[in-house]
């Protein structure tokens, strides 16, 4: 790093080179510096959440979760470790609201994934079958109860 002291990118990689290697505090050493130097990525706060979970520091752990969704609310990744260490600490329904939170957040990105790409097979066959909006919204429905179904096993 003495090369490159501020660029948030080769902290945030040698954190993850460090998990990796499970040097946890190496990792939540250089995550930390990453999270000073760019604030706004929620990746960083997403790998710095999860080393705090390996280090069994789930108060930091949710702090980190947290501030990975308020800079992208549709991160599912981090509402799913987020319910995951709330599942942990005996918290479920604080993990049951967070799983929910991050299905929601899932469909939201498969819809702007799908309106994204005019090649998705998906949206081709809607189109031909007519009355798009409603093939789109029975589709998310779909997906939506599939998540919903995985998030409930999960809690067991």
Request: proline residues 2%.
């Amino acid at each position: 790093m003495r090369l490159a002291p501020s660029q948030w990118n080769a902290w945030y990689m040698a954190g993850q080179c460090c998990r990796f290697l499970n040097n946890i505090d190496g990792a939540i050493q250089h995550l930390s510096r990453a999270a000073e130097l760019k604030r706004d990525e929620p990746s960083i706060f997403l790998a710095l959440g999860i080393a705090f979970q390996l280090n069994t520091q789930s108060d930091k752990a949710i702090m980190a979760f947290r501030r990975a969704i308020e800079i992208d609310s549709d991160y599912e990744l981090a509402y799913n470790s987020l319910a995951l260490t709330q599942r942990t600490s005996g918290e479920l329904d604080k993990a049951l609201y967070n799983y929910d939170a991050g299905a929601k957040a899932l469909a939201r990105r498969i819809v702007k994934a799908m309106r994204n790409s005019r090649s998705n097979p998906i949206l081709k066959i809607a189109k031909r079958l007519g009355n798009y909006g409603s093939n789109m919204q029975a589709m998310l429905r779909c997906i939506w109860v599939a998540v919903q179904k995985a998030s409930k096993a999960l809690l067991g």
